[in-house]
């Protein structure tokens, strides 16, 4: 099942995919994170692509394609995976379609004061990426992961100036894959406008039956 993960930046794919990656037993594979582990790194090219993220811009194509070739011939990609922040371009996208045959996509879809306020408060871990919510999927503990003890943090393209610049270019670049991919007979909506912790049971069954070809659509989970 190779699955392709569309929406707006903030919209929380990464917390469905955080979610169905247990649930599907595939991995979950996050470019944000393969690039802020590059970024981590202190290297030349991490310190570049860090200035790329903080401002909110795009790392170039050809940097991309490198990072997701290289994940996915790994081993636990065998049977599949969640490709959540990828592709974001049209060339990435006629690019992965050269290396891939892909299963479904999934565009996420939320109101816009949603976004604007899932962006705001999201803080993730800094050892291992996990996601969290300041008011709406909050740690057990203030400030440490559930998962590994780690801190967590605010991300530097969460704050207000870069989040402008990420939905404008999620507007111009990113969301013409949508035509695209309907084009293709490959997309579905799925419209979630609620906390991950009132509709997680709800969402894996909805978005299970569509997968196994019991629902040509998933209808909005609320
Ligand atoms: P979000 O989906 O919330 O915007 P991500 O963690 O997926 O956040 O991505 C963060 C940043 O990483 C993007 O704003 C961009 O700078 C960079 N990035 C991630 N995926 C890609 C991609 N496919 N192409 C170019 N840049 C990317
Ligand atoms: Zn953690």
Not at 66 to 83: M, S
Request: charge should be negative.
């Amino acid at each position: 099942m190779k699955l392709l993960f569309l929406g707006s930046p903030g919209v929380g794919k990464g917390t469905y995919a955080q979610v169905l990656t247990d649930v599907l037993e595939i991995p979950h594979i996050s470019t944000g994170d393969l690039l802020r582990e590059e970024a981590k790194t202190g290297s030349e090219l991490g310190n570049e692509i860090k200035r790329i993220m903080d401002e909110g811009g795009l790392v170039p194509d050809e940097k991309m394609l490198k990072v997701i070739e290289a994940r996915i011939v790994k081993d636990d990609c065998e049977n599949g995976f969640i490709l959540d922040g990828f592709p974001r371009t049209s060339n990435q996208a006629v690019q992965l379609n050269e290396l891939i045959e892909i299963s479904h996509v999934l565009n996420f879809k939320a109101n816009d004061e949603v976004i604007i306020e899932r962006l705001s408060g999201r803080i993730v871990c800094k050892k291992c990426s996990t996601i969290f919510h300041k008011t709406g999927n909050k740690p057990k503990r203030e400030n440490q992961c559930d998962k590994c003890d780690g801190d967590l943090y605010q991300r530097d393209d969460d704050k207000p100036e870069a989040v402008q610049k990420r939905l404008d270019v999620y507007r111009e670049k990113t969301a013409p894959l949508i035509d695209h991919y309907t084009n293709e007979g490959l997309l579905v909506e799925v419209v979630i406008n609620k906390p991950i912790t009132e509709i997680k049971e709800q969402m894996i069954g909805k978005i299970k039956e569509f997968l196994e070809g019991k629902t040509e659509t998933i209808e909005e989970i609320k």
